[in-house]
């Protein structure tokens, strides 16, 4: 290309230009280490919930304190990820660069480590989730405020519930603001493991309140066939004071067809219209 004669060119070494970055042997072992790392970091994940898991299960009287334990564990994890992630860059940065070239280094190891931030966070996260639940189950005052809050609409709705969550879950997968909710791997865990949550909370508001919801609507259908009797007309003397019967009172007839249209549009159960007609026809 130069226009350097042929005998110019056969002068030069066979590895004149030639810059060995990486051989063929060594190449091969580095690619078998990146996929034992691969592997193992997925086993290891595996065995660290499983063992989790296993943990919550043997501690039977103190499943909630385990959880929140676990919980604040992870928080642990995440924070001491991200202060490994700024002190190792620090120091790698300071150790290999010099000032000019310290801030496209600096980027450099931000988008190099952005994996393992992404890591510390959402362990921090998953972390705080946890303890949030193992609170919410506690005997504490705000907790048990917030599960008789709760309690009617859990109990009585659990078709309501699961679709909220369901929707809720569904919106969280298209954000994917974490590593584990663009993995179909990591949906189904952290799905699973929401799911188990929330019908370990209903299992929690039926033993505490068991009948949460069921006395509003016992004196909303008391109210139905109060208003459903005969008034008794008073009488004060002349027919000036005699009080006229009232022609708005509505038919035992009229008031099952309301029920009817409010379990068609979900306002009240099929038990609840059963027991408001038979108050209606008694």
Do not use: C
């Not at 042929?6 to 002068?11: C, G, N, R, T």
């Not at 959402?122 to 972390?127: E, F, K």
């Not at 508001?205 to 909303?220: H, I, K, M, Q």
Request: aromatic content about 6%; proline content about 4%; charged content about 15%.
């Amino acid at each position: 290309n130069l226009g350097l004669p042929a005998s110019a060119l056969a002068k030069l070494p066979p590895d004149a230009g030639v810059i060995t970055v990486m051989k063929s042997d060594q190449l091969s072992l580095a690619q078998q280490s990146v996929r034992a790392i691969k592997v193992l970091s997925a086993w290891l994940l595996v065995l660290v919930l499983g063992l989790y898991a296993l943990a919550i299960y043997l501690a039977r009287g103190v499943r909630r304190q385990t959880l929140r334990n676990i919980g604040w564990a992870f928080v642990l994890v995440g924070l001491i990820v991200l202060v490994v992630r700024r002190v190792a860059g620090n120091y790698v940065i300071d150790s290999l660069t010099t000032a000019t070239y310290r801030a496209p280094t600096r980027h450099v190891w931000l988008i190099v480590s952005s994996i393992l931030g992404e890591i510390g966070a959402a362990t921090i996260l998953y972390g705080l989730i946890a303890v949030a639940g193992a609170v919410l189950a506690g005997p504490t005052r705000p907790a048990t405020a917030v599960r008789s809050t709760l309690a009617p609409v859990i109990n009585r709705r659990p078709g309501v519930v699961w679709a909220v969550f369901g929707f809720v879950y569904l919106m969280l997968v298209l954000w994917g603001g974490t590593h584990a909710l663009r993995t179909w791997w990591g949906v189904l865990l952290i799905g699973g493991l929401l799911a188990v949550g929330v019908a370990g909370l209903r299992r929690v508001t039926l033993r505490e309140f068991p009948d949460a919801g069921a006395a509003a609507s016992d004196r909303s259908f008391a109210a139905v066939a109060q208003s459903l009797r005969p008034r008794r007309l008073q009488h004060n003397g002349g027919d000036s004071g005699r009080a006229q019967p009232s022609s708005t009172t509505r038919s035992a007839a009229d008031e099952i067809v309301r029920l009817r249209e409010l379990e068609d549009t979900g306002a009240i159960t099929h038990e609840e219209f059963v027991r408001g007609k038979q108050l209606a026809l008694s």
